[in-house]
């Protein structure tokens, strides 16, 4: 079983910056898929940037290419998502999640196997 807690959700002025941690535990942290989705009132919960622990793949939806980036830190069993140059329209729920198999980066929310409480981001204008 793996558990991840989320942490570094807030409320932000439009152009601010905030970094959000994912930290897994119960699992060895080395060869799985780590995402970050949000969801947004009404709308679907979607992929934002995922890194495949094994060869450090990423992916990065076309709405957060160069505003955010997804690292990890395997010592400490934690995924990151830096988000600068926030927007209102980035308001939502942000959850991590983990594809256990690892064997490719997957775009979908139900490919993944586990998901952390979520955490609020809130950008204002």
């Known amino acids: 079983q793996v558990q991840l807690v989320e942490s570094g959700g807030g409320l932000v002025q439009a152009g601010g910056s905030l970094r959000l941690s994912c930290e897994a535990s119960g699992r060895a942290f080395n060869s799985y898929v780590m995402g970050w989705f949000r969801e947004a009132p009404g709308k679907e919960r979607e992929l934002l940037a995922a890194i495949s622990l094994s060869d450090s793949n990423t992916y990065y939806v076309e709405s957060v290419k160069g505003r955010f980036t997804i690292s990890t830190d395997n010592a400490k069993n934690t995924v990151y998502l830096q988000m600068n140059s926030l927007k209102p329209e980035d308001t939502a729920v942000y959850y991590c999640?983990?594809?256990?198999?690892?064997?490719?980066?997957?775009?979908?929310?139900?490919?993944?196997?586990?998901w952390g409480q979520g955490t609020q981001v809130t950008v204002s204008s």
């Open positions: 999640a983990l594809e256990y198999s690892g064997i490719y980066i997957r775009l979908h929310y139900y490919e993944y196997d586990y």
